[in-house]
């Protein structure tokens, strides 16, 4: 899955209550998203993550009445690259009348075997561009 990492580390000497992550793109000027473990774990799952961009981490303990410090900051890892993504160079662009003719075709009450030929054709031939 290229949208989501999970991440392990060391846990500290001393037992936390939970431990906090912290994350963005290492080449945007964009606010930490944060995310936490529900115990004293050592692993955890991020998702909703782009394709392919570089994310940096720090993560921290979380104690009984105070938080520990973050720690340094990770080499920017990187998620992979999208599947999706790769049916880029073999699809095309479609124009909102071709999208409007494709949408009227599916909602139509008629079948499409009483379509004429020519129905079909002109249809076909609007996609088609």
Known sequence: MSDSIRLFWKKSAT???HYQMRYKRKEEQENWKFVQTDQDENVVLITGLMSDPGYIFQVRGVYEN???CFGPENP???T???LGS???KYSIK???EVLKDINSWQMNK???ETKT???KKSFLVRFAR
């Open 66 to 68: 105070q938080q520990g």
């Open 76 to 78: 920017a890892l990187k």
């Open 94 to 96: 479609v124009q909102k």
């Open 80 to 82: 992979s690259k999208s």
């Open 86 to 88: 790769s049916l880029l």
């Open 15 to 17: 037992k936390a209550q």
């Open 117 to 119: 030929q020519e129905q």
């Open 110 to 112: 008629e079948k499409p």
